[in-house]
């Protein structure tokens, strides 16, 4: 079962370098687009600069795509990820109030990097 509470493929919430028009979007090959969307506002996005650093700590909503991944798909993520050790996948709430799936950093692993108060990788500064 994935996070939605059935059977269906999982669903993912990318906000970085795996978007459209991203430098490894090609790596969301074979997964369905399921539109956009925001999270609830209670992260905080950082550009670490090649990309975006995701946490669980904040008052921003994070613009991202939707997108149904086979388990095989995400298994590849994971390891694209680094999940565990780098990004570790989460479940996480939009602002439509959908459960998804998404790969956080941890918050104790931060440095200095500048926070992207917008909450859209696109509009970086």
């Known amino acids: 079962m994935d996070t939605q ?3 269906d493929p999982p669903l993912v919430f990318v ?3 795996l978007m459209s028009g991203q430098q490894n979007h090609q790596l969301m090959a074979g997964a369905t ?3 956009t969307g925001n999270t609830i506002a209670e ?12 946490v669980h700590s904040g008052c921003t909503e994070v613009v991202g795509e939707l997108y149904r991944v086979s388990p095989n798909h995400r ?3 994971d390891r694209f990820e680094g999940h565990p050790s780098h990004f570790f996948r989460s479940s ?7 459960q998804v799936e998404c790969w956080l950093f941890r918050k104790t692993r931060l440095v200095d990097w500048p926070e992207i108060t917008s909450g859209d990788w696109r509009q970086r500064n």
Request: charged letters at 15%; proline letters at 6%.
């Open 92 to 98: 996480i709430q939009l602002k439509d109030g959908r």
């Open 75 to 77: 298994s590849f993520l």
């Open 15 to 17: 906000y970085g370098s």
């Open 33 to 35: 687009f399921q539109g």
């Open 5 to 7: 509470g059935n059977s």
């Open 43 to 54: 992260y905080t996005l950082y550009d670490s600069g090649p990309w975006p650093i995701l």
